[in-house]
């Protein structure tokens, strides 16, 4: 790990993966590869999940998160009920961040955020966002998305 050689931690031989998984319960951005390479997909559905809860910094890094985390979720071995409710919470979650990736490309431009880069926003700032008088293109969709946020002001944890 101090080495940056990842990719050869994560190459251990089979007899060696109780280790690794010791070791990678430290690192989890990396204890889910491992998790994934060794086909526990419950497991490598929880971290990921964990992850794409913890992260509040980058829009990005946390669709990216939930989308991997829906993969293992659908691989795994949930029952079917089970599996159900914990793609509905990764769902409910893809949802909120549709808002911000529906942003209007020239509000985008005018406040400087790179749909690559832009940090996650909180409902309240995605409402600001929709019905400032920066976004000069704003109709009834952008009200109504505006509107649809309330219900994220208490829920999403930003």
Known sequence: MEKGKRGKLLSQPIAQHQQLSSFLQAHEHLSWLHEVN??????AHRTLYGLANMETRYFAKKKTLLALSKLT????????????RKLDDVLEQERFLLHQETLPKQLLEE????????????AVNLINLYIADENRTANEYDFKKALDLLEYIDKVPL
């Open 38 to 43: 060794i086909q526990d997909f419950e497991k």
């Open 111 to 122: 406040k400087h955020l790179n749909p690559d880069t832009m940090p996650l926003l909180s």
């Open 73 to 84: 979720a659908l691989t795994s071995d949930y029952p079917e009920i089970v599996m159900q």
